[in-house]
């Protein structure tokens, strides 16, 4: 196995057993809780915990990026030779990419050769949780850090969500052009997509189960006749049984039957989209891995 450390701030969504089984560093988001206390996302407070308290006091978080500091701290935890390639939440939606090149720079600094690359992943959940995961498969074929780093940078991955309401997006500063969907038709269900690591209008469905129907037509105008060239994810906030249902209906439409990915969005992005949010990602598989 290539000897380099792979890590990721919090916002990437990969379940705390998979980054643990696959050996990979975690710099935690903070969250602000009545206005004034900060926890480290999954550390202090878990993705269940926090939407427990948003459904039932149905009030407005804040998060806080990781600091200098803090990728400094986790940057120097490994061996001072050992090369780190750091995978980051849009530049678009938060600072965290640039606290980490800031600490890469320190890092490189104090220790010349040694190699510390921030990939700003222009996206969010596991719409970089997937090059996390093909970074894991390069290391593991032996490939050398700059392969990898070539490697994961080719591919863009897409993600679209279907939010229950623009109220979180708004009241976070988050919804930028994603504006042009809101509307007060009863019912309507604005669907969203990242588009160079910003949030974009996509369309305008009405009702939950066109939800579901809007989600599978992106996907399909995406795949065109190869589903299984790429990597397919169903992520949600808080409505786990809504994405199991979806799950099962993405895989019988492009006969995929195993290979969908389900992860629950952590408080990181569910501070600004709220409950009840249904998503997709995917990203075209490189043949070289």
Do not use: W
Request: aromatic content about 8%; glycine content about 8%.
């Amino acid at each position: 196995m290539s000897n380099f450390k792979i890590i990721t701030d919090s916002a990437s969504d990969l379940p705390s057993e998979f980054l643990r089984q696959n050996d990979i560093g975690v710099v935690p988001f903070y969250i602000t809780v009545d206005g004034n206390t900060y926890l480290k996302d999954q550390i202090e407070i878990t993705s269940k915990e926090f939407y427990t308290i948003q459904r039932e006091r149905k009030q407005f978080f804040k998060t806080s990026l990781p600091s200098v500091q803090d990728y400094a701290d986790e940057f120097n935890k490994y061996d001072k030779n050992m090369d780190i390639l750091c995978f980051c939440l849009s530049s678009k939606l938060s600072g965290s990419s640039q606290s980490a090149v800031n600490a890469a720079n320190i890092i490189m600094e104090e220790h010349p050769g040694r190699k510390v690359v921030v990939i700003d992943t222009l996206s969010a959940s596991l719409g970089y949780g997937f090059k996390i995961m093909e970074a894991i498969k390069c290391r593991e074929k032996g490939m050398t850090f700059d392969q990898t780093v070539q490697a994961v940078s080719k591919y863009r991955s897409d993600v679209s969500l279907a939010v229950d309401t623009l109220d979180y997006l708004q009241m976070g500063g988050r919804i930028g052009k994603a504006q042009a969907l809101a509307g007060g038709l009863l019912n309507i269900k604005p669907v969203i997509k990242m588009a160079d690591g910003a949030l974009m209008p996509q369309a305008k469905v009405r009702g939950r189960a066109k939800v579901m129907s809007k989600l599978l037509e992106i996907m399909d105008e995406a795949f065109g006749a190869n589903p299984s060239e790429y990597s397919v994810g169903v992520m949600h906030t808080d409505c786990p049984e809504d994405a199991a249902a979806f799950r099962d209906q993405v895989e019988a439409k492009f006969g995929i039957k195993g290979q969908v990915t389900v992860v629950e969005v952590g408080l990181v992005i569910g501070v600004h989209v709220g409950p009840q949010v249904l998503a997709i990602s995917y990203l075209k598989k490189n043949p070289e891995i």
